[in-house]
């Protein structure tokens, strides 16, 4: 079936986050929403089919989960990446940082030292800090316009007695799909040093052409024992609002603690309608993802294309993976305050503010792309507007 990204639905009746908390979060109501992480697209059809046949058994009792979903996930980690898990060795969760919350709390003690990259998702830091646990910052390092590990930084961190690594892999907001040379120094430090990593792959699925997502627990046997994997069919085939996620551990041990932390809030079952989507996602939802992937590539050539040719005062970072672009406004000479209020009250458009990933982002913005490309031109054309106007 061919899909149709470039269909724009109206979301003012959907409940939508991204809409509805405009005046919340940026005080107006107004602005084209490129902010938070999900899509102004329908899910792929299979996922629609199967939830309406589940709507219309009419009943939504308490929901069994069978092997069958499990070994869904399973058997997409193994098509997608290249990496065999036993279905046993993957838990359902309600949603990645609530997974990596109780991951927290149940591996770490109060004031171990977590090590995060920055910049980087800010509810990493919320999930370290609000544990009272003691946050080490390892800044990725800009090197010739490409983000980058600092390994000799790391070593400092992981030396210093750092318990655990929150790992984004792929790294949201800057779009880097680390390859599997990186993830090895990065494992290879962590296990001399006795450091968790924690990698968080809920952007895994969306990875453009001539790169590749590669799991961290696949690369080694040593690496599978010393990580804990979190993702998601949510950002994938944009069902983030049915809250169904996934961990995969090394050991039933591990699993078991985990599983025992959710079962003492008595939080142990999917809803009914997330776990007959997560298993059409990940059965028939591939023709879906491929034609969106190149939609969004089209909406990044767009944006690069656009700020080179138009307004080369921005520099937008071409992702790797992810549907958001990560864009260098530092030209404009903007503090963050001014930076945020120009997006505001003269562009007319909510981005996330680049400090929100740490001090390392001041000066930049994230722009989400998964929306259909009249609204990304949209947007583009209101930036070259404001901005020539400086
Ligand atoms: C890296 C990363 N992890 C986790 C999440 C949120 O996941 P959840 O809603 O399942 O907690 C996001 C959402 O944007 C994200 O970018």
């Known amino acids: ?46 996922v629609i089919d199967t939830m309406r046949e589940r709507l219309e058994q009419g009943i939504f009792g308490y929901t069994s989960r069978p092997d069958s979903y499990y070994e869904s996930i399973s058997q997409w980690l193994e098509k997608r990446h290249g990496w065999k898990v036993d279905p046993k060795h993957i838990i359902h969760s309600p949603l990645v940082i609530p997974s990596i919350n109780v991951i927290i709390k149940e591996f770490t003690q109060p004031g171990d030292k977590i090590i995060i990259q920055t910049p980087v998702y800010s509810p990493f830091f919320d999930v370290v800090k609000n544990n009272d646990r003691e946050l080490v910052i390892n800044p990725l390092k800009l090197v010739d316009g490409k983000y980058v590990m600092d390994y000799k930084n790391l070593e400092e961190a992981a030396k210093s007695g750092a318990k655990m690594l929150l790992l984004c892999n792929p790294h949201n907001p800057v779009g880097r799909v680390w390859t599997r040379e990186e993830l090895v120094k ?39 024992k010393n990580s804990i994997t979190c993702s998601a069919p949510s950002k994938t085939f944009n069902i983030a609002g049915l809250q169904a996620s996934y961990v995969i551990f090394p050991t039933e041990e591990e699993k078991q603690i985990f599983d025992h932390a959710w079962t003492l809030i008595d939080i142990k079952r999917n809803n009914c309608f997330s776990l007959v989507a997560t298993e059409a996602a990940y059965r028939h939802g591939e023709e879906w993802l491929e034609q969106l992937l190149e939609y969004l590539e089209g909406n990044v050539d767009l944006v690069k294309d656009y700020c080179d040719k138009y307004i080369p005062k921005i520099k937008p970072n071409r992702p790797e993976g992810t549907y958001l672009i990560w864009i260098d406004c530092r030209e404009l000479g903007m503090d963050k305050d001014q930076l945020t209020k120009f997006m505001i009250d003269e562009v007319k458009v909510a981005f996330n503010a680049g400090h929100a990933f740490g001090v390392e982002g001041e000066g930049y913005i994230r722009m989400n792309i998964a929306c259909p490309r009249p609204i990304v031109q949209e947007v583009l054309d209101r930036l070259k507007t404001a901005i020539d106007k400086l």
Request: with cysteine.
């Open 1 to 46: 079936m061919k899909y149709n990204f470039d269909e724009i639905i109206d979301r003012k009746s959907n409940f939508a986050a991204k809409y509805d908390e405009l005046t919340l979060k940026y005080g107006k109501g107004d602005l084209i929403p490129m902010w938070v992480a999900d899509m102004d697209f329908k899910a792929p059809q299979p």
């Open 186 to 224: 990065l494992g290879d430090i962590c296990l001399k040093y006795g450091v968790k990593v924690v990698s968080d792959e809920i952007h895994s699925d969306l990875i453009y052409k001539g790169n590749k997502h590669v799991p961290f627990g696949m690369i080694s046997e040593d690496f599978f």
